[in-house]
């Protein structure tokens, strides 16, 4: 473990350093992992650990868990980034993690953001985990089925931390208070202010309580307007490249699939806010409107296309309103996959069909040859008729009729229904 220098005490501790949780009961938040009877709690208390990771958003507590499982199980804790270390420095831990090894001395190795090491760097920890030289605890803010090779996951376990609620940063606050003797100087609206800034990172949220601490004047109460111009905004935690990307899309997509216009709204506004491309989401919105929507309304497809015209004309803020009224007409239109449906139906059959001649009679005989080989004949133009319709079979001779597009009694769709049906009467008659 680190030792403090012999004139640490002469420099003033950060807050966050001080309010580090010493044991397990301290850490707030992960009841579901270290409450009584909670896996990894009933893993630390036996005192036989196995490599594992934590996968959490940021300020959720995986270092200071980690320093406290080395000390709860006597280990030696050896603490790197991925960020600042390469191969030279796991070298140098693990060859003196063999060496505590000989004395009967264990070590437990901590990868900081171990996610940002590439797939050679992270096969190097193999041989170590398995031999059991290491316990390895990596700590990653993105998904480990995306970021970690599978060699390494089938050797580790995979712990999920969660983002800190408003109950569990509340905790903090009032340890914060405990431990300086003095009630942090805002008024109740602002606190809430500060755990919504806060965003579920526990660190963040200390330093925003030693800004106010050092900032506030003596006997000043801050409301939520001075709180806010004394702290600043927090930029959302918004990663365009990474799994809360697709999370959020995927949050939109699904948001507007329920109808629910207003949580797809809420999700396309954190996207924005957070620097994403505005055409993305409208190419998301444009897929939308044929995948989800489709001919249950007609006119939603037009209105993708205008939106996405709309704002590549105006470009944001003005564009943005463009996406607002596109998502709010696409989560009240009506639903229908069938389109969706029937084309994916249609493409399985021409795989399983092949390259199946179709019926003679609705085949062009420009040339005398053909006309003799039967093209064209017996061909019944549909506007001769009484009704404007054949009914003829236009499928392969040795093919099946097939049904793929079956429209449901919604929207649009309902007229279109009535058509076929009306036509699938007309050919049974005429057959």
Known sequence: MEEESLFASNISRPLADRLRPQSLDEIVGQDHLLGEGAPLRRMIDSGRLVSFVLWGPPGCG?????????TRTQMNFVALSAVFSGIADLRKAFDEAKKRREYGEGTLLFIDEIHRFNRAQQDGFLPYVENGTVILVGATTENPSFELNSALLSRCKVFILKSLDSEALGKIIERAENLLSRQLPVTSEARNSLIELADGDGRYLINLLESVYDLAAEGETLDAASLLKLVQ???????????????????????????????????????IAGGEDPLYLLRRLTRFAMEDVSLADPQALPMALAAWDAYERLGSPEGDLAIAELIIYLGSAPKSNSAYMAWSRAQKSAKTYGSLMPPAHILNAPTKLMKEAGYGDGYVYDHDTAEGFSGQNYFPEKMAR??????????????????????????SEKT
Do not use: C
Not at 62 to 70: C, G
Not at 414 to 419: F, K, L, S, V
């Open 233 to 271: 905004q927090r930029a959302p935690v918004y990663d365009k490249d990474r799994e809360g990307h697709y999370n959020l899309i995927s949050a939109v997509h699904k948001s507007l699939r329920g109808s629910d216009t207003d949580a797809a709204l809420y999700y396309a506004a954190r996207m």
């Open 62 to 70: 995986k270092t200071t868990l980690a320093r406290i499982m080395a």
């Open 402 to 427: 097939q049904k793929f597009y079956d429209p449901p009694e919604r929207g649009f769709e309902r007229e279109i229904r009535r058509r076929l049906a009306y036509w699938d009467k007309l050919r």
